[in-house]
Nanobody, 114 residues
Framework: VQLQASGGGLVQPGGSLRLSCKAS????????MAWYRQAPGKQRDVVAS???????NYADSVKGRFTISRDNSRRTVYLQMNSLKPEDTAVYYC?????????WGRGTLVTVSS
């Protein structure tokens, strides 16, 4: 199983970024995919998840600003992040739980700063 995440970078407060995560080695269309993030000195927390039907869940801190979506034909999950705040600064990880194991992408750094 491999998860290849991309799309992080430096953005000003109020700006937008889109993260992508391409998965291989799993039956992507039936997998629940998620994005987590870990800020310096803090634990890794879930940001958003999406199940096979397309139903989504979000952390309260990002509701109304972030959107998770999936393209099964591309085996890719996305995280559109709008109205970014400095407190969104973190390393973002793509995640899937597959056949009794957790799998993580390498992580992509998002820095929100003026």
């Amino acid at each position: 199983v491999q998860l290849q995440a991309s799309g992080g970078g430096l953005v000003q407060p109020g700006g937008s970024l889109r993260l992508s995560c391409k998965a291989s080695g799993i039956a992507f269309s039936i997998a629940t995919m998620a994005w987590y993030r870990q800020a310096p000195g803090k634990q890794r927390d879930v940001v958003a998840s999406i199940i096979s039907s397309g139903t989504t869940n979000y952390a309260d801190s990002v509701k109304g600003r972030f959107t998770i979506s999936r393209d099964n034909s591309r085996r890719t999950v996305y995280l559109q992040m709008n109205s970014l705040k400095p407190e969104d600064t973190a390393v973002y990880y793509c995640h899937v739980f597959w056949k009794t194991r957790d799998y993580w992408g390498r992580g992509t750094l998002v820095t929100v700063s003026s």
